[in-house]
């Protein structure tokens, strides 16, 4: 009984200590100028080397949205497994008022959003919104998925 105390007080320790370590490495910079939460890294994708945070956006919808191979892809509830394809998207500017709306039509970034995202600068913040998907049985789903706040980081 006391061995399995041991080895459990050990499991414990090693992933305690291998969690500050990946923190750590992650967030690199020592100075504090830069420095992320292990959640915020995340939640992190990059465009052109530019990287990228996504901001979690408080909604009553139940889809949640993330970009990944510059694809927007859906999320039921954290099932994994669920595909929904995207028919629709609108793509704006957070900061910047004259920067025009960009509309698509696809689940792939458009030229034009990775054209304003490899010009953004640090803080800029951009928003996907007014996404529409289509679930496996085909069913349009219209305003079921949260929007998506993304924000330029170093």
């Known amino acids: 009984m006391k061995a399995l105390?041991?080895?459990?007080?050990?499991?414990?320790l090693y992933i305690i200590a291998s969690q500050?370590?990946?923190?750590?490495?992650?967030?690199?910079?020592?100075k504090g100028c830069g420095q992320l939460s292990t959640v915020a890294?995340?939640?992190?994708?990059?465009?052109?080397?530019?990287?990228?945070?996504?901001?979690?956006y408080k909604s009553a919808r139940s889809l949640k949205a993330s970009i990944k191979n510059n694809q927007i892809q859906i999320v039921n509830q954290g099932v994994q497994y669920f595909q929904y394809r995207i028919i629709y998207y609108v793509f704006s500017s957070l900061d910047d008022g004259n920067m025009p709306v960009i509309r698509h039509f696809d689940q792939r970034l458009s030229f034009p959003v990775l054209n304003a995202l490899k010009?953004?600068?640090?803080?800029?913040?951009?928003?996907?919104e007014e996404i529409i998907v289509?679930?496996?049985?085909?069913?349009?789903?219209?305003?079921?998925?949260?929007?998506?706040?993304?924000e330029r980081i170093e």
């Not at 010009?119 to 996907?128: D, K, M, Q």
């Open 20 to 30: 500050s370590v990946n923190a750590e490495a992650i967030t690199g910079n020592s």
């Open 134 to 150: 289509v679930d496996p049985s085909g069913i349009k789903l219209s305003n079921e998925v949260r929007s998506i706040i993304i």
């Open 119 to 128: 010009n953004a600068a640090i803080g800029g913040r951009y928003i996907f």
């Open 41 to 56: 890294v995340k939640d992190t994708f990059m465009v052109s080397g530019l990287t990228f945070g996504i901001i979690e």
């Open 5 to 12: 105390s041991i080895f459990i007080s050990l499991i414990f």
